[in-house]
């Protein structure tokens, strides 16, 4: 049982390239997340999809682009980096309780750098 | 506006001491409550979730956690330490929205142990 594997690890952009980071879960949870993890701020959410086929924005939702590819996946999308993005991603999931949600289990975290 | 405060950036205790962790958040209900733990360079490892019932909840590696409702407050407790709980430690709410089913950290609290 893997639960939340996410690719790649490590990666280092160029600014103005673009990449994808993948997602994937397999305890067969309905809703995924993406956090980033920057120092002194916590983890704050980029977007999430609380089902398949649909994605929402989170609290800094630009400069990225999701896809619910399926059930299992859910990835992120950087257009066109920015050093801003420099971080360190999260992807999650959980599965919804009645009146609230579950507790989120994680990935290993992307670190991402954009020089 | 929901929001949850860890006060604490960092914190040093002696090994064998006890520790308390603060996390406090402004809700207008009872939202469902998180701790996870997160050592250098891995992903979130949940430590204990509050959904109901029982105030004092306990979780995995000898903690423990109290909710108060009148404080506002869900802090996270251990009698007495050791030196592989150095990490990070973040507080999590789930806040009863339908509209948002994520979880909001706080922007944790970094655990050092000294010998």
């Known amino acids: 049982n893997a639960g939340v594997t996410q690719t790649p690890k490590f990666q280092v952009l160029k600014t103005g390239q673009s990449m994808t980071l993948q997602c994937a879960q397999d305890?067969?949870?309905?809703?995924m997340y993406w956090y980033r993890q920057d120092p002194g701020m916590g983890l704050r959410l980029i977007y999430y999809?609380?089902?398949?086929?649909?994605?929402d924005k989170g609290e800094v939702p630009n400069g990225y682009n999701v896809s619910r590819l399926n059930k299992r996946e859910f990835s992120l999308r950087l257009e066109s980096a920015a050093p801003s993005q420099t971080s360190v991603y999260f992807c999650a999931s959980n599965k919804p309780r009645t009146g609230g949600n579950t507790e989120a289990f994680f990935g290993q975290g992307t670190r991402l750098t954009v020089v | 506006a929901q929001s949850v405060t860890q006060p604490d950036i960092h914190i040093t205790v002696s090994e064998g001491a006890s520790l308390e962790l603060r996390c406090n958040y402004s809700y207008g209900a009872t939202p469902y409550l998180f701790w996870y733990v997160q050592s250098p360079g891995q992903g979130l490892q949940l430590l204990l979730k509050?959904?109901?019932?029982?105030?004092l909840v306990q979780g995995i590696k000898g903690f423990e956690a109290e909710f108060k409702r009148s404080q506002s407050s869900f802090n996270l407790r251990k009698p007495s330490v050791h030196w592989s709980d150095a990490a990070e430690y973040f507080c999590?709410?789930?806040?009863?929205?339908?509209?948002?089913?994520?979880?909001?950290f706080g922007s944790g609290t970094r655990l050092q142990v000294q010998p």
């Open positions: 999590a709410v789930g806040f009863l929205d339908t509209g948002r089913r994520a979880l909001t």
């Open positions: 509050y959904f109901s019932g029982d105030t």
């Open positions: 305890m067969n949870h309905n809703s």
């Open positions: 999809s609380a089902s398949e086929g649909t994605t």
